[in-house]
């Protein structure tokens, strides 16, 4: 079977037209603004509250600045109950604002936190709940939002896979009291760096913009202790550029998605978990589900075998969070109370998905990942 000469990563970012974002680029040095709420950061900030359908939003140099100040924003205390399966930014979040996390298991389909077991994790210091709309396929919002209004908690939700994501035709934005997107280089819609918070309230709006900047009101007031999380103008300009191009990469990922589907779904022991179509999803990562019993070997052993055809795909999320150092004393980190995401977080690979990749490639990767099965089973 032919092999790559080159390495297959799992993604590659989205980039704008080169031309279009110089001549840009050139207007915001001549105009020496580069930074703090320029012209292009409040531009894009109108452009993507038009794009996700909400009313309020703010921008932020990365998503875990967003999410860090968010909370902070919120003023919560005590525990937040929240998952293990996510990347180290949500609960480092929560470690920077003093919030003890509290880990609750995940649902066997969707693999995000299960509300069926969130209200037993509920205690006197509970202030909130921070859900993970893993890759790109929405919670269970109503069931999320029924139990916080019931203990009265906040939800904030780390949307850093689902920029585009509609939960029944609502753009997913506009669930929880906050959410937060990613622009990093490898999310789907990117300014190299960069992320925004999306809330119900205007409210926010302000003390955001005094938490982003220093805490400060005005040039010489400086009302709460803040941090630097500004976007600058130059992000901002890569940001409106890739916009540009988002529909197109949607409609690439659309049909690569297709391709694979064709391709694996037939294969027994692997179930394919971002199977949504069109606005369900955000089409952030194409994602299986290893049955190691039915497809005959591990998800880890399918991984190596892959790295030799030159092919790498990524453990997302490995390990999980619950097993950081730091939180080993948490009774909520045991192993034996968290046996969905324990099971999973050895199941689950995410595949080369990026508009770019031609379908030859996915072919190959296709072929490789049978004859790897069909190898070791032998
Ligand atoms: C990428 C990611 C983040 C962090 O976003 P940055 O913009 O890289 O800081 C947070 N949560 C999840 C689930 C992510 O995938």
Known sequence: MEMFKHPIYVTQPLTPNISEVTKEIEKVIESKWLTNFGNKHELLAEELKNYLEVDHLSLFNNGTMALTLGLKALELTGEVITTPFTFPATVQALDWNNLTPVFCDIEEHSLNIDPDKIEEKITDKTTAILAVHVFGNPCNVQKIQQIADKYDLKVIYDGAHAFGAQYKGEPIGNFGDMTMFSFHATKLFNTIEGGALVYSDELYSEKLGMLV????????????????????????????????????????????????????????????????????????YFVIEINEDEFGISRDELYYGLKSYNIFARRYFYPLCSEFPWYRNLDSAKRGNLPIAWEKVNQVLTLPFYGDLENEKIKIICDAIKEIQFKNVL
Do not use: H
């Open 213 to 284: 900047n220093f805490g400060l009101s005005s040039p010489e007031k400086v009302e709460v202790s803040g941090f630097n999380g500004k976007m600058n103008e130059i992000q901002a300009v890569i940001g409106l550029g890739n916009l540009r191009v988002l529909e197109e990469e949607r409609t690439n990922r659309e049909r690569i998605r297709q391709s694979y589907v064709d391709e694996i779904s037939k294969i027994p022991g692997i179930r394919i978990i971002t199977n949504r179509k069109n606005r369900e999803s955000s089409y952030q």
